[in-house]
């Protein structure tokens, strides 16, 4: 995949969501006018991938507690180069849940754009954030890795109590 399949994506994504064209239209101008976002050394910010899971019952949301963030959040990361984000949404919930999904629909199930705070040296930026509806059977076994400090099954119903995020409030509100 090329920059351009992702500005497509966005383009389909800002169609069928047109409530959210704000964030729609800032996140196709950053990847548009920069070559280089899928690199975290674009310092102003770059893109990231993550990935939405939900049971099979479409009751429960698998999410992982972040040891540097002290959040709970659905697993993701950067592309460091990839240009394939959803490839980079299966690699990073292979490494941060232990499970491999195979068979996806590549459309994009919502986007993000949030502030990272600066952190060791590395400036306060923006995460362009693509995420995709992950779907899996709740019993499959999963473990979390160095990056967390839990890795837990949560009800829809009980999610405002382990998160206020925003983001993840409105991916639930999309299921």
């Known amino acids: 995949m090329h920059r351009n399949t992702l500005l497509s994506e966005i383009e389909a994504y800002s169609v069928k969501r047109p409530l959210e064209s704000e964030v729609s239209t800032s996140f196709y101008n950053f990847v548009s006018e920069n070559p280089d976002c899928f690199k975290r050394e674009l310092l102003m910010g770059h893109v990231t991938a993550s990935a939405f899971i939900v049971d099979l019952e479409a009751e429960k949301v698998l999410l992982l507690h972040h040891k540097k963030l002290d959040r709970w ?19 990073e919930v292979s490494e941060e849940t232990g499970i491999v999904f195979s068979g996806f629909n590549r459309e994009i ?13 590395i400036p306060e930026h923006l995460h362009y954030d693509v ?31 382990y998160t206020s995020e925003v983001s993840i409030l409105r991916m639930l509100e999309k299921i």
């Open 73 to 91: 959040l659905q697993p993701g990361g950067h592309c460091d180069g990839e240009t394939d984000t959803l490839d980079v949404a299966k690699k």
């Open 109 to 121: 199930f919502d986007l993000d754009i949030h502030t990272i705070p600066e952190r060791k040296g």
């Open 131 to 161: 995420r995709y509806l992950f779907e899996v059977d709740s019993q499959i076994p999963f473990e979390a890795n160095e990056e967390s400090n839990d890795l837990k099954w949560i009800d829809f119903s009980d999610l405002k109590n």
